[in-house]
Structures are given as structure tokens and as C-alpha cells.
């Protein structure tokens, strides 16, 4: 990371990360606007199956993210991280317009592949390029500003795609939806080009695809960060994916109902973002000490107890846990990582990640659907203190050891 920071001003006068976070933000508004307008179209051209089109898009989703992104190192090496991620948006930005057109189900999966191949490139390099923009000291709240804007983007998004989707129709809505993507580009073309090169990219440096991948699994710091993205996945698949099932089939709530108990899950993301970016280095480290040990406890209440107060709170507790988890994750990944291997290092972490959901996503849909909500909720708790155990054991042995 930057240490000069006598020459770096804050993060609110920070020209080139305000420029990036705006281009990032964007870029998530817009992959949020296109999904209610996707399964409405989805339903246009098939009807009831439309669910069964949405679970493979879904699925493509990852699969890419999992295949391109250990690649995006290389790429931003070849080409430059500016050049790549302009490049990204104008491909998602056609790739929407292509939507507009789309008359078969074939082309819903062929677009879709296209426009996560661009989102399986821009997200890892913005991510390896923010710790070169930012000092040491400003990185964890840089992070967590990232992870708000995420969940700022999944809060907002179905709302402002309604919105719009009344004015222009949902079809409209994908052209409308292209312009964020052109507006991202714009951000970042405003930028100098070595204002936002790794320092990788700037030395030329060869470092392999293969790199990524070995180290996350060779190094401490990095296994740990997988560690910690494992255990936001489990807790975030049973919320994202299991909830709606608690809420309108068992508790016969309406969908008003469903909306606040996920925006409480939003809520309690935003509010451990922040307070995990203004407080001292002592209370983070408390703080992700304590995010396993609170969506386990959170899982085990809503199995014994799943009424809809206490899922509301214990999805407000999973959700600081998730955020407070991930943006240490990210500063694991920037402290153990420089040079030409921090994009690799990004890169490798976004795809292992998303194995993860991959994995947890149809795990939480079978398993709700077989064994109901409580006993879900049980197995996931359960997975959950499985991951947590190895995290708690690195954690004594890093205390034990001399200073």
C-alpha cells in the first residue's frame, strides 16, 4: 500500500478514489437495475418457468466469476487496469442493449455470460486497485465505503429498477440501465492512466495465473480471508435464500413483511461497515473476533425460535457480521499482497469466493425445501461452527506466539 500520506489527501478529497468508488458504485447500481427487469423478461418469454431460467442464469453467474476472474490479473497486466475496466463497462454497457432485443431463452444465457464475463474482470482489478491509491491507515475505511456501496446497491436497486421500469417498461429499462455503465467508463477515462496502475502494471513484472490460486492457500493471512468469506457465505446464502420460505410459507406474512426482514439484514450490513471503519485497531480486531461467534448464536436462535422479531434482529446481527468479515477479508488480501502479484491476489480471492456461494446458494434452496426453515437453520449453524473452529484455532496460535 501507499505509505506517503502527507501526499495523500482524505478519502472525501480524494480525487482518484472518489472517481473509482463512484465508477465501482455505479457499476453495482447497474447489475441491480437489470435483475428485476431479467426476470421479468424471463417471464415474458416462458411464463411459469421463469424461476427455472433465473436459477441458471444464476448459476452461469458464478461459474464465470469462478472460471475468468483468476485471469483478471493477466489481463491487467497485458492491457493496464484503467483500459480493462473502461473496456468492462462498454461490454456490459452492449451487453444491455442486447437484452432489449433478446426474443429466446438461449440469448438470456448467452448475454448472460457476457455480461458477468465483465463483471468477473472489473471487480477484482478495482478492488487491487484501490490499496495502491490509498494509504495503510485510510484502506479500512476505504474497504468498508466499498461494502456499504454493495449493500447500498442491493437496498436500492429493486426500488429505483420499479421506478423506472413504470416509466420505460422493462425491456426500457435495460437501455436506461446501460447508461450507468457509460457513466462508469466516463469516470474512470477521466482519470490519469498511472493514477490507477498497480504497481505491477507499472514494473512490467511477470507473475503467473497459477500464482493467485497457490498462494491464498500457502499463506496465513490469505487462507485466513478465505476463512472469512467461507463463513459470509454460509450465514448470507441461508438469509438470501431461505428467508422468503419462513416468511410467506410458514409465517404467511406478506411480501411487505419478506422486504423488511432482508432490509434489516441491509441495515445491520451498512451499520457494521461503519462502525467497524471509525474505530480503533483494538476493536476491529474484537469485532472479527466476534462476527463468527454472532451469526452462529444468530442461526441457532431463529432454528429455536424462527418468529419473525427474532429473524429480524438476528438477520440485523448476520448482516454486520457479513460486512465487518468482509472488509477485514479485503485488508488481509491487501497486507499480504504487492506489486504485480496484487491484482492476481484479488483476482484468485474473487473467484474462490464465489465457489463458495456457488456451493451454499443451492445448498440453503435444497435443504429449506426438504427439511423446512428450523432444521436449515440447524445444519447451516452447524457448517457455520465447522469453518468458525479453524479460524478460532489460527487466532490462539497467532496470540501464543512471541512478539
Not at 411480501?255 to 461497515?273: E, I, K, L, P
Not at 497486507?335 to 440453503?364: C, K, M, N, V
Amino acid at each position: 500500500m501507499n505509505h506517503q500520506t502527507e501526499s495523500i489527501p482524505s478519502l472525501w478529497n480524494h480525487r482518484v478514489f472518489q472517481q473509482l468508488f463512484w465508477a465501482h458504485a455505479l457499476s453495482l447500481f447497474g447489475s441491480g437495475l437489470s435483475s428485476l427487469a431479467l426476470g421479468l423478461l424471463a417471464h415474458q418469454l416462458v411464463g411459469a418457468s421463469a424461476s427455472k431460467v433465473l436459477g441458471i442464469t444464476l448459476a452461469i453467474r458464478i461459474i464465470v466469476i469462478v472460471l475468468v476472474s483468476p485471469w483478471a490479473g493477466q489481463i491487467t497486466a497485458r492491457w493496464g487496469a484503467r483500459q480493462v475496466m473502461v473496456v468492462s463497462d462498454l461490454m456490459r454497457c452492449g451487453v444491455l442493449v442486447g437484452f432489449y432485443f433478446a426474443d429466446a431463452v438461449w440469448q438470456i444465457y448467452a448475454l448472460a455470460v457476457l455480461l458477468n464475463l465483465g463483471s468477473a474482470i472489473f471487480t477484482p482489478i478495482y478492488r487491487a486497485v484501490i490499496p495502491d491509491v490509498v494509504t495503510s491507515a485510510q484502506y479500512p475505511k476505504a474497504a468498508a465505503i466499498g461494502s456499504i456501496a454493495y449493500d447500498a446497491a442491493n437496498i436500492l436497486s429493486p426500488s429505483l429498477a420499479a421506478l423506472v421500469i413504470a416509466l420505460v417498461g422493462f425491456r426500457g429499462n435495460f437501455v436506461v440501465d446501460g447508461f450507468t455503465f457509460l457513466a462508469s467508463a466516463a469516470l474512470i477515462l477521466g482519470l490519469p492512466r498511472l493514477a490507477v496502475e498497480a504497481a505491477s502494471t507499472k514494473k512490467k513484472e511477470h507473475v503467473s495465473v497459477g500464482h493467485g490460486i497457490s498462494s491464498m492457500f500457502h499463506r496465513a493471512k490469505l487462507r485466513q480471508s478465505l476463512f472469512l468469506a467461507l463463513q459470509t457465505s454460509i450465514a448470507g446464502a441461508f438469509v438470501i435464500v431461505s428467508t422468503v420460505d419462513l416468511v410467506k410459507n410458514e409465517l404467511r406474512l406478506s411480501d411487505t413483511a419478506y422486504a423488511w426482514v432482508m432490509g434489516a439484514f441491509g441495515v445491520g450490513s451498512v451499520c457494521g461497515a461503519l462502525a467497524y471503519s471509525r474505530t480503533s485497531t483494538r476493536f476491529r480486531n474484537a469485532a472479527v473476533n466476534l462476527a463468527g461467534p454472532g451469526m452462529l448464536a444468530a442461526l441457532m436462535a431463529v432454528a429455536i425460535v424462527p418468529r419473525y422479531g427474532l429473524v429480524m434482529a438476528a438477520w440485523a446481527m448476520i448482516g454486520a457480521g457479513y460486512s465487518i468479515l468482509g472488509v477485514r477479508g479485503s485488508e488481509l488480501l491487501a497486507e499480504d499482497s504487492q506489486g504485480a502479484e496484487r491484482p492476481h491476489i484479488f483476482a484468485a480471492h474473487f473467484a474462490l469466493s464465489h465457489a463458495g456461494w456457488g456451493l451454499t446458494y443451492p445448498l440453503a434452496g435444497f435443504l429449506t425445501t426438504a427439511l423446512g426453515f428450523g432444521n436449515t437453520a440447524w445444519v447451516f449453524a452447524a457448517i457455520m461452527l465447522g469453518v468458525t473452529i479453524p479460524v478460532w484455532i489460527a487466532k490462539t496460535r497467532e496470540r501464543s506466539q512471541p512478539q
